[in-house]
């Protein structure tokens, strides 16, 4: 299991340029939501490749506070086994701590008519409002009331399928939704729903289970209830993200690395965007390889839902863009605070201003090394990449946040050829 301890910091040498080969490990959203799912079946569900980061253990401890089984088995694979679940309330100190946590009530409402839970946790990343959730089960058929601080959600006889318009396709919410109507009575139809690959990948476990989803990528999703779901053993997608933020790592510093198993089927926006600005990507059944040239242009873009940019890419692209030779426009369409790393950046001398949604960024500028701090996640990947640029030495603060979402970061960044330490 890997720490959660609120905290902890790296020290990044700067003026480093990428080399090697490097593994891409399984999706963190992926992984939640399939361990979620879990919770459907009495029987055993094996996934492999689950990544060791913390957000996996919160929700592991989480699912355990609810009597769930979840161990590691000797060959590495996560197994879970909801066949003792004992309460259906998610205890607020473990839902406080990641977001996904509130996809345990989808799945709880679903199969036993009761749910209770906290708002969710996770980054600091403006409003994350839940109501497309919370309209969802009650579209189903469940009552939802708001009881001191937790949400409370009642369907003694049972949920109902039927049409359910999402007032924005939330990856989550889609999900919740989707695995309270796989055990619903009659048909769901899910309008509007999200079609990022981590669902997509959740509505293939959920059939390989037996549950009776169609559109599966499409913005509607059909589901057909069925009874009861059974177990499976599946494997957990490789991380876009992560494969995301080690090509941007490579262009930054002028490399070239090899992407093992980087998904770039699911890429195109990224490795659009890579390409305006210089990069040479080559890509194969087993992965990838990036090359970073000089000089790196100025491009612009927007986070956007899937298929567009990632939201979680915005902050370590526009951390390559401080680098890039003249004036880039970002716009962030999906969160409305995910800015938090423009601050950071400024500190190690970039040229970046923001206005709310949107950033302009001059480049390129000589980043020189600070203290800064890792704000949120994919904010701390930002800092991570502008250190490995900037001249001297960087010290990172609470890389707790980047242990929720990448796995053994320094010692992988040292396999490229980075001097990182962890402290
Ligand atoms: C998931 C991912 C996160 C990613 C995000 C967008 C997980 C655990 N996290 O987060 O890494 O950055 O998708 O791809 O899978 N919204 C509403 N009402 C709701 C729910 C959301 O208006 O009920 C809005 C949010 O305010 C936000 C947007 O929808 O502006 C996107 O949020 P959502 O897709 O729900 O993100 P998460 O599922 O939280």
Redesign the pocket.
């Known amino acids: 299991m890997t720490t959660r301890v609120r905290g902890g910091r790296y020290i990044v040498q700067g003026e480093a340029v990428l080399h090697g080969r490097v593994r891409i490990s399984g999706a ?2 992926h992984a ?2 399939a361990m979620c799912a879990a919770l459907l079946t009495d029987e055993d569900v094996i996934l492999e490749n689950v990544p060791y980061i913390s ?1 996996v253990d919160s929700l592991a401890d989480l699912l355990r506070a609810l009597g769930a089984v979840v161990k590691r088995l000797p060959d590495g694979s996560l197994l879970l086994n909801a066949a003792r679940v004992a309460t259906f309330e998610a205890p607020t100190e473990l839902i406080s701590e ?3 946590s509130f ?1 345990v009530m989808g799945p709880l409402l679903g199969r036993y008519g009761f749910a209770a839970s906290a708002p ?1 946790g ?1 980054d600091v ?10 309209s969802g089960f009650e579209a189903m058929g469940a009552a939802v009331t708001r009881e001191g601080e937790r949400f409370v959600a009642r369907a003694p006889a049972g949920l109902t399928g039927t049409r359910v318009f999402m ?7 889609t ?1 919740n939704v989707m695995m309270a109507a796989v055990v619903a009575r009659g048909k769901t139809t899910i309008v509007n729903a ?1 079609t ?1 690959p ?1 669902v997509q990948e959740l509505c293939h476990l959920l059939n390989a289970m037996g549950a009776r989803i169609t559109g599966v990528g499409t913005q509607m999703l059909e589901i057909d209830g069925v009874e009861r779901l059974h177990g499976v053993r599946a494997r957990i997608m490789p991380d876009r ?1 992560e494969a995301g933020t080690w090509a941007i790592a490579a262009v930054m510093t002028g490399g070239e690395l090899f992407l093992d198993e980087a998904p770039w089927e699911v890429m195109d926006a990224l490795l659009h965007k890579l390409r305006a600005a210089g990069a040479e990507i080559t890509t194969e059944p087993g992965g990838m390889h990036v090359r970073g040239g000089r000089p790196i242009r100025a491009v612009s873009f927007q986070a956007l ?2 298929p567009g940019l ?3 890419l915005h902050a370590p692209f526009g951390a390559l863009l401080t680098q890039a030779n003249g004036v880039s426009i970002i716009h962030e369409r ?3 605070n995910r800015m938090l790393y423009v601050s950071e950046l400024r500190k190690m001398g970039a040229e970046i201003v923001s206005t709310g949604s949107s950033a302009i960024v001059s480049g390129p500028t000589q980043l020189h090394g600070t203290r800064v701090r890792a704000l949120d996640v994919r904010a701390g990947a930002a800092v991570l990449l502008a250190a490995l640029v900037a001249q001297g030495t960087t010290i990172i603060d609470d890389i707790y946040h980047l242990d929720r979402g990448y796995e053994r970061l320094d010692e992988k960044l040292r396999t490229m050829g980075v001097e990182v330490e962890r402290a």
């Open positions: 963190k959203n939640l939501a957000d990641n977001r996904a996809q969710p996770g990343i403006g409003q994350r409002p839940i109501d497309v959730h919370l007032d924005y396709p939330s990856v989550s919410g999900q999200a990022e981590e993200i839902p899937y990632a939201t979680d999906v969160f409305d």
